[in-house]
């Protein structure tokens, strides 16, 4: 799994600012995604897993201990909208360290995930003026991530122009390029848009 931000907490969608946010039916759209851990030993729901890592990505969180950090220091009022578990012995909110985080993304289905997200941001983002879509894709080589000995791991993306929202993204298979993946990136996109979409890419998609 990857981590990318855009954008800040203040301005994901739905948000009025930390604790006046509306989660409901992001818990509901995370809680669709299937758990692949063993039931023996499971602490945290998946889904608030999932949607603690969401908002420290989006507050700026880019590794695994930094998500736990920042979870670590999220308020009990938002910890309790998005499922966390209360602790009555000690009398707070439960948070998962770094290795728990972990190997609950490590074991995500991100496609499932992706797919998920992806349309549910897309129809929370601003209102589009002249119900025209803009979209820039591009593809990056993530920094410290490898396929292979010799083969990086690139992450082809599709944002919304100005709110640097993400609504898409696949990852590039090994031995091509992002030039074939841009009919899979932009078809769940697609069908998630009623008006026109209009498209900015680099020189190499000329080809």
Known sequence: ??????????SFPGSAGGDDADLAELMK???????????????????????ASL???L?????????ADQVADLPASLLRKIGGRWCWFRGF??????????RALEDVDVAKLEGLIGPWLLRHARPIPGGTLRLAIDGKVLRGSWI??????TLFSAMIH???????????????????????????????????????MDAAHTQ
């Open 1 to 10: 799994m990857s981590f990318s931000h855009g954008s800040s907490w203040a």
């Open 29 to 51: 759209l995370l809680g669709k995604v299937p758990d692949r851990r063993k039931r023996k030993g499971r602490v945290y729901s998946l889904a608030f897993l999932l949607a």
């Open 55 to 57: 908002i420290a990505v």
């Open 59 to 67: 507050a700026g969180a880019s590794n695994f201990r930094q998500i």
């Open 93 to 102: 909110f439960r948070v998962p360290d770094t290795s728990t985080i972990r």
């Open 148 to 153: 292979g000995d010799h083969e990086s791991f």
């Open 162 to 200: 100005c709110d640097g929202v993400t609504v898409a993204q696949v990852a590039v298979p090994p031995g091509t390029n992002e030039i074939t993946q841009v009919t899979a990136l932009l078809d769940g996109v697609s069908r998630g848009v009623d008006g026109r979409v209009v498209v900015t």
